[in-house]
Structure formats: structure tokens, C-alpha cells
């Protein structure tokens, strides 16, 4: 094969100016002396040749293949993927707390309504927040029986309106009560009933996914034990705030319908993101369910759960 030498050192030179020096076309052609469209033809010949190699350099932490096949088989806006094996989910929740952190930092927009969840790894976004935008934050629901402190929805809440300057809308009540009559005048207090009142207007949620076979949600270990056994019994598999989900994506009415302080299904239903986070094996099934009923527009797991997504 014919050697090309000075066609190998224009091709050099050209690449060089082109992506190092950032020069473009028309630049490089007046100061060469050369035509744009030999530029265009050296810049191909410079890749061909391997004298520009092109690398890839996806953030180490993230498996950036995996989440765009998730992202095209359910119809996600996004998808974040924690890379590595398959870890249970109390491995997950502090890396998972981090790259949810970074991605409401990133994503959200003054002026916005976010509304919170809660759970553990809502709790290690709040603490790996830094500087949100300026936005109010409004709980998405009373709290749950049994949570500790740490992952209360009251102490969520603080913590993104701290680091967002913005207001705090927090709910001062439990997610249910098995007195009707208690719940009606819960529900008609003045300051429960503004909060409630803003549930139509939030813009983004933030919301952990809960496991109910096998158990690994917040909201299934604090039913009420008859409670539990009808949900069971009527195949809730996952849960997003005070929504039960089977495993065909279907809402499955439950006491919360009528007995909750918390955001509606409909209204769940009606919010422009929703972004979900969740990881472990245990929580597969559980996410998978979440997405076959499009209640996601975002979300945030790990490796090991995606590799099932798109098994």
C-alpha cells in the first residue's frame, strides 16, 4: 500500500486546529491555504486513519447503555443507572440518595412546586442536596407510622427548602387514622386543608418505591396488620406515596382511598414529573410494575434492577 506521509501530517495538523484548538472550517482553510471542502476530506482522513480516536467517557458511577434501553422500553423523559453488580437494596441507599441529589440540582427550575416523599433513600437526598434552584416544597403526604425522625416527610421537607431558599409546606399529621370522623376534621383544619390544597399544582414529585413482595416499604411495614393482609390479598406489589399498585400497573383501592391525608392517585396521575427512585433486587418486581403502568416519568435505580427491566 502507497505510503501518504504529508496527507498523514495535514490530516494531523487539521485535526488539531479543528477539535483541540476549536477552530472551524473556513478558519483553518484561510490559514492553509486550503479549500474548506480538503479541510472537511483531512478531518475524515484523520479519523480513518485512527490519527483522532474518539473516547467515550461516560461518569464511571453511571451505565449510560443500560438506562437509554430502559428509557426507550418503557417511555421514560430519563433514566439514571447506577452501574455495577447486583446489590440488595440497603446497599443502594446512600449512592442512590447521591445521584438523585444530583439530578434535582441539575433538573429543577425556579419557581417550581416539589413535592416530597419519604422513606430512606428520600432521607440520603435530602442530605446529599447542596444548592436546589428556588423552589417551594410541599409533603406529599402525612407521616407513616414507625418512620424514624430521619426519614420523616415533616423533616424532608425542611431540608430541599433549606437548600432551595424556598417556602416549606409541611403537612403536621399522620398519613391516616381509622376514625372517618377524625380524618374529616383532620382534613378540614386550616392548616392541613392549605396544604392539601397545593397538591394540584405540584410540578415535579419526588417519591422512594415501595416493595410489598418482598417487604421493603416504608408504608408496608407500618399498615395496620388487616390493612396489609387485604393489600396482599388483593396483589399490591409496589407503592408511590399513598398509591398501591399491582403488578400489571393498576391502582388497587385500599383504606388510604378514605381514611388518608396524603396525594390523591388522580392526582398523582396529573403531575407533569414524576421521578421515581428505587434499587435492589428486592425491589425489581416492585418497579417493574410502577413502570408497566406509566407512573413514571423519571427514574433512578441501579444496575441490577435495569439488567431485569430489560430482560
Not at 383501592?253 to 433486587?281: A, C, H, K, M, Y
Request: glycine share 8%; net charge negative; charged share 25%.
Amino acid at each position: 500500500m502507497a505510503r501518504v506521509p504529508l496527507q498523514r501530517v495535514q490530516a494531523s495538523l487539521v485535526a488539531r486546529r479543528f477539535y483541540l484548538e476549536k477552530q472551524t472550517k473556513s478558519q483553518i482553510a484561510d490559514e492553509l491555504g486550503i479549500s474548506r471542502f480538503k479541510v472537511a476530506r483531512l478531518i475524515d482522513t484523520a479519523i480513518d486513519k485512527g490519527i483522532v480516536r474518539f473516547v467515550i467517557n461516560d461518569q464511571g458511577d453511571l451505565d449510560t447503555e443500560l438506562a437509554e434501553k430502559v428509557r426507550e422500553k418503557f417511555g421514560l423523559s430519563a433514566v439514571l443507572v447506577l452501574d455495577g453488580p447486583d446489590l440488595p437494596a440497603s446497599s443502594l441507599i446512600e449512592p442512590l440518595g447521591v445521584l438523585a441529589a444530583e439530578l434535582l440540582e441539575e433538573t429543577l427550575v425556579d419557581g417550581q412546586l416539589l413535592g416530597v416523599a419519604w422513606g430512606r433513600t428520600l432521607a440520603a437526598t435530602a442530605r446529599a442536596v447542596t444548592r436546589l434552584p428556588k423552589v417551594d416544597v410541599v409533603q406529599a403526604a402525612g407521616s407513616p407510622a414507625g418512620l424514624d425522625f430521619s426519614q420523616s416527610p415533616v423533616e424532608l421537607v425542611h431540608r430541599f427548602a433549606r437548600a432551595s431558599e424556598g417556602t416549606a409546606y409541611p403537612l403536621y399529621g399522620p398519613m391516616w387514622a381509622e376514625d372517618p370522623q377524625l380524618v374529616e376534621r383532620m382534613r378540614h383544619d386550616p392548616t392541613i386543608a392549605n396544604i392539601i390544597a397545593r397538591y394540584d399544582d405540584i410540578d415535579v414529585l419526588v417519591v422512594g418505591v415501595g416493595s410489598w413482595n418482598p417487604a421493603e416499604s416504608c408504608l408496608c411495614s407500618g399498615f395496620p396488620d388487616s390493612w396489609r393482609q387485604m393489600a396482599l390479598a388483593n396483589g399490591v406489589v409496589a407503592d408511590l406515596c399513598a398509591t398501591l399498585i399491582d403488578s400489571a400497573g393498576n391502582p388497587v383501592p385500599n383504606f388510604l382511598d378514605d381514611l388518608g391525608l396524603s396525594i390523591s392517585t388522580e392526582q398523582l396521575r396529573r403531575i407533569p414529573e414524576v421521578i421515581g427512585i428505587g434499587g435492589g433486587l428486592e425491589k425489581a418486581e416492585a418497579i417493574l410494575s410502577v413502570l408497566r403502568g406509566g407512573w413514571l416519568n423519571v427514574l433512578v435505580t441501579d444496575a441490577g434492577v435495569a439488567r431485569r427491566l430489560v430482560a
